[in-house]
Each structure stands twice: as structure tokens, then as C-alpha cells.
């Protein structure tokens, strides 16, 4: 579905963006990759070695992007559990999840790492349920079955089962950890999903957080001219007591001058594309008064939002995905 422009850019300022506009937005990055297997495909057999060595060398590599999600402090907000469906629209999610866990009612985090936006293959989701473990072995068992090879995997690591499943062209291996931590990664990372959730953790303060390293190769936003000299970009939202939401951009750049240039293009961007007639009614104004500020060898924007903005761009968000509407208690 394609997405009307001020739909994308309202949508890329708030919670839950990432999901709703990552088919649209991103920027497949230029890999060398083979076809996808069909479901009931034999997987290749890989020597031990070579498991621990893709292990290891994702666990160095530049992540790409990195989501984290603090679901515990989301549904506890007004309006926090209406976002739940929108952030299933994670397409991993999607096809293993979607009506077995809820990631704000079901999850206390959610924490995604991966190469990119759009390929996720290599995307790592880990996930601290605020279900029983029951309940979270039964939606993992759910999810096994569902791919024609499904069942438990041989991960070979004492006290962690894992299961194989498919999902997004690709087959996919979900661990569970000791205690209310589930992991779905790649096969090939089986050794570094089996520790992730010893390092999955909140941003502070932040009810959620997108780090996109490399931002121009992973996603493009109409009228934003950046180039590589911007080499990284946070995007953080803090809930405020009032139901409003502080939205907060910060981008590193290679120098001082390329923070210039970057922060020209992004008030350029607000001032000529993105705050159109069209964004200004869909968001109630969100970006009346908002622009980028050089700060040093970065940028920052920031993005405050009342109650009733965080109520348009939720209605926003679900009109996009074909959710009810709703705000949730």
C-alpha cells in the first residue's frame, strides 16, 4: 500500500513509525543475497564453528538499527495499549505473534537490533514478557508449528531450548532463555541470541528509541537532503504526565560543518515539505514551531506533543494498517 506523503512524514515523528512506514521509507541497503527457501526447504547444515563465528561477528558489527521499546511504562500510560497493535505491524512480529502476544499489554521490552529497516534476516527481536512462562512457551510452540519444519532446534546450548520458524522469507530460530525472555533470530546467530537479553535494556527515560547508524542508507524522507556525512540518528519519546509526549531527534554528523549543512536541510525539510496544509490538520500542527538546531559536530529537534497531537497521530497510525480505532483506557 502506498502511503500519501503527509501520511509518511506525520507518521515517522511518533511512536511506533518505524513499523508503520518501514516498507515505504526504507532504502534496501546493497547486499550479495541468495533466495529465500520455501518453507518445507531442507535449511544448509553449517559446521558448529561456522555458527559461532556468524555469532561473534554479529555481535561486533554495526547494527544498523537498534529499537527498544519500554512496553511496561507504555501500557501503563492513557492511550498506551491502543498502540500494541500498531507496533505488531513489525512484520517478524506479524507472522509469529500477531494474536498470541500483545508487545505493550504482553511485553515489559521489546528490543530489536539488525542490519537494516527492511531486510531482516538478520534482525534480532528480544522480547521480556509480562506473561507467564506458560503462556509464552505456548505462543512459541504456536509459532513452531506453523512452518512445515517447525519443532524444537538443536542449539546446542545446556538450559536454553529454541524452536525453528519462518517468517518473512526466511527461517528464523525463537530462544527462550531462562525466566520470561523469548529471542527470535537467524539460525547463523543462534549463540549471540542465546545471551542478547543480557544486554537488552531500556533507553532512560525513553518509552521508546530508534539508533539508526548510517541513517541516508537505511531510510529516505521526502525533501530531506542528507548525505553520508550524517552518521547517526536518535530518535526518543518520553511520556509526560499530561498524556503528551516529548519527541526528541538527535543526529551526529562528521564535522561541524556537515552538522551545518544537515541541520539546514532538516529546516528546510519542516518549512517546504513536511509541514504541508495536509500534516497540519492530520496532526493537529504537531511541527508549528519545531526546528533543527546545530549543536557542535550534531543537530537536534525537538518535538513536543499535547495529548490530543499523541490522539491524532494514534488514529493516524491506525487508519494507515486497517486497525479500530480507539485510545485506549
Known amino acids: 500500500m ?15 513509525a518505524t513499523f508503520a512506514c518501514a516498507k515505504e521509507n526504507a532504502v534496501r541497503p546493497i547486499v550479495i543475497e541468495s533466495p529465500p527457501p ?26 544498523g538499527m ?48 539488525g542490519p537494516s529497516l527492511v531486510h531482516t534476516e538478520h534482525a534480532m527481536i528480544v522480547v521480556r514478557a509480562n506473561v507467564t512462562e506458560g503462556v509464552l512457551d505456548g505462543a512459541v510452540t504456536a509459532a513452531s508449528k506453523g512452518y512445515a519444519r ?17 517468517a518473512e522469507g526466511a527461517e528464523r530460530v525463537i530462544v527462550r532463555p531462562p525466566g520470561k525472555w523469548m529471542t527470535i533470530a537467524a539460525p ?13 535494556a531500556v533507553v532512560n527515560g525513553d518509552v521508546y528509541h530508534v539508533t539508526l547508524d548510517d541513517p541516508t542508507k537505511l531510510i529516505r524522507l521526502p525533501g530531506l537532503a542528507w548525505n553520508a556525512d550524517v552518521t547517526r540518528v536518535d530518535f526518543g519519546v518520553r511520556a509526560r ?20 549543512a544537515a541541520t539546514a536541510a532538516a529546516n528546510d525539510a519542516i ?43 494514534l488514529a493516524l497510525l491506525q487508519a494507515m494498517l486497517g486497525l479500530p480505532s480507539g485510545g485506549g483506557p
Open 271 to 313: 518549512t517546504t515539505t513536511w509541514n504541508t496544509m495536509g500534516v497540519r490538520l492530520i496532526t493537529r500542527n504537531i511541527l508549528a514551531n519545531v526546528a533543527a538546531v546545530q549543536e557542535g559536530s550534531g543537530f537536534r529537534v525537538a518535538i513536543p506533543a499535547s495529548a490530543d497531537q499523541v490522539q491524532a497521530i
Open 66 to 113: 537498534t529499537m527498544i521499546l519500554d512496553s511496561a511504562v507504555l501500557r501503563a500510560l492513557p492511550r498506551g495499549l491502543a498502540f500494541g497493535p500498531v507496533i505488531a505491524a513489525l512484520p517478524v512480529w506479524r507472522e509469529l505473534l500477531r494474536g498470541r502476544l500483545d508487545p505493550v499489554r504482553d511485553a515489559d521490552l521489546v528490543w530489536v537490533r
Open 188 to 200: 547463523a546467530d543462534i549463540d549471540a541470541a542465546a545471551h542478547a537479553h543480557e544486554r537488552a
Open 241 to 260: 504526565a499530561d498524556g503528551g509526549a516529548d519527541m526528541t531527534v538527535v543526529g551526529a554528523c562528521v564535522d561541524e560543518a556537515a552538522a551545518e
Open 2 to 16: 502506498r502511503l500519501h506523503r503527509a501520511a509518511i512524514v506525520a507518521a515517522c515523528t511518533v511512536l511506533a
Open 38 to 63: 520455501p518453507p518445507d526447504a531442507k535449511p544448509p547444515e553449517h559446521a558448529k564453528e561456522e555458527i559461532v563465528d556468524a555469532a561473534s561477528r554479529n555481535l561486533t558489527a554495526p547494527a
Open 150 to 166: 517447525g519443532g524444537a532446534f538443536d542449539a546446542g546450548i545446556a538450559g536454553t531450548p529454541a524452536f525453528r520458524a519462518y
